[in-house]
């Protein structure tokens, strides 16, 4: 190389290297440098694949292409694949090399594609640092079919110059992606901060998410025992509520975030997931997953996809963690807020029951009393004075019997010995014959009790007016860290589903009752389950998680209750 020709080749390098280091947009800076490269080295035609994964590619810039690769809006440039790429894959690209004939340009001859000014070969150089590749640079003439030695030597510089800026670029882009990502997270906080209603928090959570974000996908799973629960879904902009649970053990990339307790992604996903599409998620080729724990118990998972490959990088997943903590506080705020309520509630059931014993129960006993006292002094012939007497007993005695039945509801009566006598006393006033059974021995804090309470009756209350049954056998079983009960009626059964809004009978709209079952127990980190089939009677089960009080061993378990009442 003479020394004419080695001032002009730096003179190039130092001219590439000043275009490159103009911008940290990425197709500004191709666009430049590939226009700068074909002018300092006489080329006519240039353009760049950036093709980081295996069968998928961008032509990402290009310079002055024959019109034949210009064709329909640059097509021939972005389908199909070619001799240089297939190299590039396979690993047999390493250094600038001369390329005998371009199959698109072959491609064109064949199918008319337009005029290619001449052009039939190029030269590929691989752009990469280090070990990182990022691509190739291909650049062709008219006429020239073969490039020297030297010309290898200086597109390969030039390529190394535009790999090192391109990985310059993408830590860039990186650091200002985690910058942007944050503080997306800080307006989803902020927003899902002001969520005080716990139904509703799913559907909040994927919308906010997906609207902030701008990740396709969002879904809301929680987990259910050996299932996953799916509560709510943002596709295309819009939120759906649904209720369709799979089994845990198939649904992939979900069960591994509950396993590894940390946010996880898969990318250039091929095969079907057959488990998830049968409740309705699309088709993904990424996808990311975050468990949701509440007080360091899987609650659930935030599900993540999208029909793009490397939707998802390291640093989407740091900020997943962070919103996997933020959708656990705000379901435990929403839950300190409704035991706020429904202690209030309970408070203010308990004064309107002893109102309600102390004076309406009492008057009406009395009047029981003064008409038959009255009935006492009539003359016997007077038989119509003492019929409306009688009736007058009779209307007090119904009223008191349903005023009793209201403060049992408001107050029930027995529950300071314990929650199984409670039920079994409640369920034999309504006529059922209750089978009871107990297993272990623990204190229940207050707000675990009264939610089974609450549960039991409403279950009791059904099995005595739907099931057909006089009979009922209810199971209370205790550990130290969860309490289980089991009510199964034997009757007739019916027909149940779940919908996207709660859960229905005989498919005929849903059952209020039982989504307050459900809601009840969930607001406490329970589970709530309902089997039902026609003939074949119904069960429910519910799990309630809790902490177990000490206790010093002393202290009687009915006393005990009493001193932690809320």
Not at 458 to 468: A, D, I, R, T
């Amino acid at each position: 190389m003479s020394k004419m020709d080695r001032m002009h080749e730096l003179l190039a390098l130092k001219t590439i290297a000043e275009t490159l280091n103009m911008s940290n947009d990425m197709q500004q800076m191709l666009d430049a440098v590939l226009h700068k490269l074909l002018e300092v080295t006489g080329l006519t035609t240039g353009w760049v694949f950036l093709a980081e994964e295996e069968t998928e590619y961008v032509c990402a810039a290009d310079d002055n292409l024959p019109p034949a690769l210009a064709w329909e809006e640059k097509t021939p440039m972005c389908s199909g694949s070619c001799w240089c790429l297939n190299r590039y894959w396979k690993g047999q690209l390493n250094h600038a090399v001369n390329i005998i004939e371009c199959k698109r340009i072959e491609d064109a001859m064949t199918y008319n594609w337009g005029d290619t000014k001449g052009i039939v070969h190029h030269a590929t150089v691989p752009l990469k640092a280090g070990d990182e590749m990022f691509g190739v640079l291909n650049v062709a003439s008219p006429g020239k079919d073969y490039f020297t030695e030297e010309e290898l030597a200086l597109l390969q510089a030039v390529a190394f110059q535009i790999g090192t800026a391109l990985k310059r670029t993408k830590l860039y882009y990186a650091q200002q992606k985690r910058a942007e990502n944050y503080a997306k997270f800080s307006e989803v906080s902020h927003r899902l901060g002001s969520l005080l209603d716990h139904d509703n928090i799913p559907s909040e959570v994927v919308r906010q998410i997906g609207e902030i974000f701008g990740w396709p996908t969002a879904a809301f799973f929680v987990r259910e025992g050996l299932e996953l629960s799916l509560r709510a879904l943002f596709e295309k902009g819009r939120v759906r509520k649904v209720w369709k649970a799979i089994p845990l053990q198939k649904a992939g990339l979900i069960r591994r975030a509950l396993s590894d307790r940390l946010a996880v992604k898969e990318e250039r996903v091929k095969r079907r997931q057959p488990a998830l599409e049968s409740i309705g998620l699309p088709p993904f080729r990424s996808a990311a997953a975050v468990p949701i724990r509440l007080r360091d118990e899987p609650y659930g998972v935030l599900y993540l996809a999208s029909d793009r490959i490397n939707q998802f990088d390291e640093h989407d997943l740091a900020v997943l963690n962070a919103l996997g903590d933020q959708i656990a506080l705000t379901i435990e705020n929403a839950r300190l807020y409704t035991q706020r309520k429904e202690l209030t509630r309970r408070e203010e059931r308990n004064r309107l029951a002893r109102d309600l014993h102390d004076s309406v129960s009492q008057n009406l006993f009395s009047l029981t009393l003064t008409a038959r006292g009255a009935e006492a002094l009539l003359d016997h012939k007077d038989t119509a004075a003492r019929t409306y007497l009688q009736e007058i007993q009779q209307l007090a005695q119904n009223a008191l019997h349903e005023m009793r039945s209201l403060i049992w509801q408001l107050r029930p009566e027995g529950l300071e010995q314990g929650l199984l006598t409670s039920l079994k006393r409640y369920g034999e006033s309504l006529g059922l014959v209750v089978h009871e059974r107990v297993e272990g021995v623990c204190a229940l804090p207050s707000a675990v009790e009264e939610a089974l309470w609450r549960i039991g009756q409403e279950s009791l209350n059904n099995v005595s007016k739907h099931s057909g049954a006089n009979q009922v056998s209810i199971r209370l079983r205790m550990t130290d860290t969860e309490v289980l009960m089991e009510i199964d009626d034997g009757g007739k059964g019916f027909v149940y589903r779940q919908t996207g809004n709660g859960m229905s009978e005989d498919g005929k709209g849903q059952s209020i009752g039982l989504i307050g079952m459900r809601e009840r127990a969930e607001l406490l980190g329970g589970m709530f389950k309902l089997d039902s089939r026609p003939g074949q009677g119904t069960r429910i089960e519910v799990t309630i998680p809790y902490r177990k009080p000490k206790v010093t061993s002393d202290v009687p378990i009915t006393e005990m209750r009493s001193k932690n009442e809320d």
